[in-house]
């Protein structure tokens, strides 16, 4: 069972740069979600989608942009990278309906800017 | 908004015994649910246990429980006969449920406390 994929799972990025991080699930959830998890801190939402074509920002979305095309894709855009997005990035997905509660977690991406 | 604090950035314990992880929340909500999840230095979010906040009984998972007090909204983690795999951070979280609009926006988390188990 794949669940929730990210890639890549490392990356080094020089200031400036852009890049993508993919998100994919395969387990039919409406809602996807975005994470940034900064050393000794606790997850803070970057953007989240509730279905194909919509999305919305969470807590820190700045520097961050989203697309939601599909069910099952919802990749992380960093258009210039900066220092203060080095941080590990996680994706996570839960069903809307027969809901427990409970989101269901990538393994993460750790991203570094230098 | 809603917010999760967790007052203990580290804790340690021996082998064997017993830890008990503090965590309290704001909300105004009457719908909601409550999370423990671990961290190992793997990375991977392990949900641990979970508490719906209309159910008066307090969870348990095998050695884990929690203690659900919700007029005082404090959520304590207990692991007994704590094992040398416990060790992680661990990390309570909030989310609103159905009632209280449907949770899309996902979980809040508080700032983890990173539970060290000496053998």
């Known amino acids: 069972n794949a669940g929730v994929t990210q890639t890549p799972k490392f990356r080094i990025l020089k200031i400036g740069q852009s890049m993508t991080l993919q998100c994919t699930q395969d387990?039919?959830?409406?809602?996807m979600y975005w994470y940034r998890q900064d050393p000794g801190m606790g997850l803070k939402l970057i953007y989240y989608?509730?279905?194909?074509?919509?999305?919305d920002k969470g807590e820190v979305p700045n520097g961050y942009n989203v697309s939601r095309s599909t069910t099952e894709d919802f990749p992380l855009r960093l258009e210039l990278a900066a220092p203060s997005q080095t941080s590990v990035y996680f994706c996570?997905?839960?069903?809307?309906?027969?809901?427990?509660?409970?989101?269901?977690f990538g393994e993460g991406s750790r991203l570094t800017v230098l | 908004a809603q917010t999760v604090t967790q007052s203990q950035p580290e804790m340690s314990v021996q082998e064997a015994e017993t830890v008990t992880l503090s965590c309290t929340y704001d909300?105004?909500?009457?719908?909601?649910?409550l999370f423990w999840y671990k961290q190992p230095p793997s990375r991977q979010m392990i949900l641990v246990i979970r508490?719906?906040?209309?159910?008066?009984q307090n969870a348990t998972e095998n050695r884990f429980s929690v203690n659900f007090q919700k007029a005082a909204k404090s959520f304590s983690l207990k692991i007994s006969d704590s094992q040398l795999g416990d060790a992680a951070m661990y990390f309570c979280?909030?989310?609103?449920?159905?009632?209280?609009?449907?949770?899309?926006?996902?979980?809040?988390f508080g700032k983890g406390t990173h539970l060290i188990i000496q053998p």
């Open positions: 387990m039919n959830h409406n809602y």
């Open positions: 989608s509730v279905g194909a074509g919509i999305t």
């Open positions: 909300t105004s909500e009457s719908d909601y649910y």
């Open positions: 508490q719906e906040a209309y159910k008066q």
């Open positions: 996570a997905s839960s069903p809307r309906w027969g809901n427990t509660g409970e989101l269901f």
């Open positions: 979280a909030y989310r609103r449920g159905s009632d209280s609009g449907g949770g899309a926006d996902g979980l809040t």
